[in-house]
């Protein structure tokens, strides 16, 4: 590949903006096309939490590099990003899940994550909203939140900065190595990257890709009653286990003093109706731990489409060429966007990435999806 | 003689009459500034009606209370600066709500207590049909009808029917969320839940504000808001006050003002002298005779008028609002204490929009039963067109009666049809001029909730792009202030609402949504 090829980003979310911003910057000239505008899709859905996970050594390795990179770039980003550097409390409800506390911080730390195991005293002195009796907890110092939207514009402002064109009301109707087609005519460059998100497979069938809902709530102001993003154990096994509907207590401060209560997932194609049972019940599950919440205002409910792969690893990389896919990053999409657009530029200029890209080829064998 | 309730306003002593809401109480009080922004700005009332959330304050430990909505109560405890922290203590002493939920199921459901609510209520009642109707103010008649203890002689009438006819009435409720057979309620924060076989939306109107420099200080009003607020027991004795902004409710309301002994420095209408004389049949030739025609002449002997006139800011100065006005050429102050400003009336279109009626021009689209394009649910009023009382009960006891199942008479489709020739009349008249697109400067605060500039919404194609790229319309009003405002100056179309359609506590949505509720 040339030093620096043209590039048409399909998809002005977090993960296509963060990719045409990195792609500007190493020179290549970046146009960027979204169906609506900057962060409506999945984006504007999100929760924003840039968190290190551990499902997988491959998943720790991009949430980690990416949390770096977001760490790294903090002090630069626009205050409507929201940026909040206010760590993440993993809590556990019995000694079981201790034990699995420990095993989990063995393992951030090995890796050089910074991280501390609470007890029960100390979880209560952290944070004094959560419900006396619960075992303790991983707290993740680093971890942070941001607001998605306005994140998609600071990448994509950066990159127009660098000479990128960036296209909103574009719709594309059609995909193909080096080209797109898009209100009729055929737009032309050395590669396209397909970040569509969710609907990346409608542009390149066969991407393993399919929607999976949430729900998220959101207050009104309350500021200083949580302090970290506090999740629960056992949203592990909600993230990763693909059945048909779960919920886990997953509840974010932000900076606004605002909570965003999750966390919900269910397979069921593209119906955006609440499904209110589900809400219901995710709402009880935070209030299990949270036993003051229910008392706040809610000021909006709204359901989104995380695009999931089977085996819970974004697709990046080339698919064929002159067509590079950046999408399938699940809940992951806002944390692992800086990774994930430098492991791409990486790729596309023939430089050795950070990580071992192989656990994200699109074109690795996987499970099919449930 | 009156009863008194005792409160405390960040812990100092204060009284009210009893009935007053609480908002009027802390006016009454000499509070102007009842909450802080999220930027730190003093901001005090601007609907009266529970619409703008500008009078939230914190009641007794419980925070986002709006004031405007609020009864107050002896022994109330009332903080000013919204946004606290709820303390623990308050948080875990008494039982979470939510816990009871009841279920109701009737006919015909009526939402809005309104004149056109009330109407279809009755007629549907009366017509033998099992009849709810949910009102969120603790007693029906609506803004119009508004009322602390016996109701104006329009609506007494009314009130009785209601009452024999045995509506059932949920009041003090609001509507949160809503399916094709059921909604959701905010009922004193405990959810409930109404079945319906048929639906009457009557869900009313609100001001139409539109921002200029300064309309965000504590003594900007609405006209309509200035009138919500006298009727919830405001007093404006010996204040300076400002009427300006369009229609036929500016007379109303400074004849009301003046009624309460204030002294009304001027009143200027957007709309020029000649296009109501021309709309009016003969009824507006001057400004004096619509005062005349409408019967309030008399109360505002001496008061300056102005058409074709407008406030393009407002500034404070040492205690006193100074309101700057222009007819285009020529630009003048007036000093005030109040300075009530509203545009007219725009629909509340939102429950209609949610449950997916069809809406073209801001308003529901509706058949000559008063059905709107989703079966089984019909609206009434303002819903329908911006046309004043004559047109809420005449509507209202068409979709009652069609709700119910009965034929609708000929003579009242007539009625409908002269109400809404004078409605088209006067909106003509009042029709808002293009200078009033441009009122705010880039730094003027157009999202009142957010604190959203103006400026900040340049470059934007859309309501929805707004409030993802600047917060614009994601506050506690969902952008019902500044959607409008937004419509009217960039030309787009309100953003849907998501439930819940009022703030309401997390519970409401977690007890109200259990498992056995049926799938939609």
Redesign the interface.
Known sequence: MSSSPSVIVVGAGVVGSACAEALAEAGCRVSVLDA?????GVT?AAMGHLVVMDDSDAQFALTSYSRHLWSERAAALPP?VEDEACGTLWVAVDDEEMTHVRKKAAYYSERGEVVEVLDSHALRQAE??LRAGLAGALRVPDDRVVYP??AA?HFLERARARGAEVQ??AHVEELAPGRVRCAGGWREADLVVNAAGPEAPRLTPGLPIVPRKGHL?I???????LHHQVVELGYLKSAHTLTRESVAMNVQPRR??QLL?GSSRELVGWDA??N??L???M??RA?EFI????????????TGFRPATPDKLPLVGMWEKGLWIAAGHEGLGVTTAPGTARLLVDLILERRPAIDPAPFDPRRSMPAHD | MTERADFTIDGRPAEAEAGVSLLAALWNEGVRAVRTSVTGEARGPLCGMGTCFECRVTVDGQAHVRSCLTPVRDGMSVELQSASVPDEATLTESSPPGSTEERLHAEVVVVGGGPAGLAAAVHAAEAGARTLLVDTYPRPGGQIWRHRADPPAAASDWIARFVSARVTPLVGATVVDATAQELLLDHAGRPRRVRFDRLVLATGARELFLPFPGWTLPGVLGVGGAQAMLKAGARFSRKRVVVAGSGPLLVAVAAALAKDAASIVGLAEQAPLGRLAAVGAGLWRTPRKIAEGLGYAARLVGVPWRTGAWVREVEHEHGTLRATLTDGSRTWSWDCDVLACGYGLVPNLELARFLGCRTAADRVVLGTAQQTSVPGVFAAGELGGIAGVGHALVTGAIAGLAAAGREVPAALARRRARELAFAARLGHAFVLRDELRGLAHPDTPVCRCEDVAAGRVEGVASSREAKLATRAGMGPCQGRVCGPALGFAHGWPSDNIRPPFFPTPLAVLAQGNDEARDPM
């Open positions: 609506a505008f900057p962060g409506a504007g409507e004094p909203q939207p306005a514009r909103t009301g709530v207050t009104d102001r309350y500021p200083g009653f606004t003093g209560v109706s609440l209110r049972a809400l219901a019940r709402l009880r209030a036993p003051s919440l229910p008392r706040l205002d809610a000021l909006r409910t709204w």
